[in-house]
């Protein structure tokens, strides 16, 4: 689906075809280490599922170069061990790619393995009038930024169904400071996200929330929900 010109969702990623630049948001790469920490034991698939549906999207669209924005790591202080390995791994399986990651709040310390595998790391990246940031800041735009990506808020939405909530990840789309602003879900498996109907943004880019169209990933495919607001009167 075409989001707004020439920027398109790819399951739980973004895909601007002009720039031939796939942008993923949310990785939390050693998340299963954090949950054992807290003594929630899960097996450790996530690095092998977020590779397989990169590679399967790889397939779909034609890409130079690779955007990770954001919160590649879990861990807020030191890298944990396993965060070290997964990451590494996964920018050795993109090493045919340009990848440059814009640093989110989970990221504090990540510089020792993006210089130790010579991976751009910024604060921000703009490519002509696209603005990729993490979105836990509000970034100073220039005239020429007409949208905004960010991730940072793992956006989804809870069905309730047989007394079972069922979760959605899902795509925003709204309006900061007269420039389209787009969110992307979590691309971790593992993650959910929070439920836009009941929960509040952590963003500060967030001035209209309650306008911001849904746009929920069903698989491969992606559904119109309208806007917010219409969609919490229906349910409350």
């Not at 309006?175 to 929070?194: A, C, H, M």
């Not at 963003?203 to 309650?210: A, H, Q, R, V």
């Amino acid at each position: 689906m075409e989001l707004v010109k020439e920027i398109f969702i790819v399951e739980e990623s973004l895909y601007l075809k002009e720039h031939e630049t796939l942008v993923i948001s949310d990785l939390h790469l050693g998340y299963e280490g954090f949950l054992e920490k807290t003594g929630v034991l899960v097996p450790r698939f996530q690095l092998k599922d977020i590779a397989k549906k990169i590679e399967q999207i790889l397939k779909k669209v034609k890409v130079k170069r690779i955007i990770l924005n954001g919160d590649v790591k879990h861990e807020f202080g030191k890298i944990l061990s396993q965060e070290w390995k997964d990451i590494s791994k996964l920018f050795d399986l993109l090493n045919d790619y340009e990848v440059i990651v814009v640093k989110g709040n989970h990221d504090v310390i990540l510089y020792p393995i993006t210089d130790k595998k010579n991976v751009k790391l910024v604060k921000e990246y703009k490519i002509k009038d696209i603005l990729l940031v993490h979105g836990d800041y509000e970034p100073e735009l220039d005239k020429e930024v007409k949208t905004v990506i960010i991730g940072h808020e793992h956006p989804a939405i809870g069905f309730k169904e047989a007394g079972r909530m069922e979760k959605y990840k899902c795509f925003l789309k709204g309006d900061y400071k007269g420039r389209t602003l787009i969110v992307q879900p979590s691309f971790n498996p593992l993650i959910e996200g929070s439920d836009v109907i009941k929960e509040q943004f952590l963003s500060p880019l967030f001035k209209n929330p309650l306008d911001f169209e849904i746009y929920v990933i069903d698989h491969e495919k992606v559904l119109d929900f309208g806007k917010l607001n219409k969609l919490r009167r229906k349910i409350y």
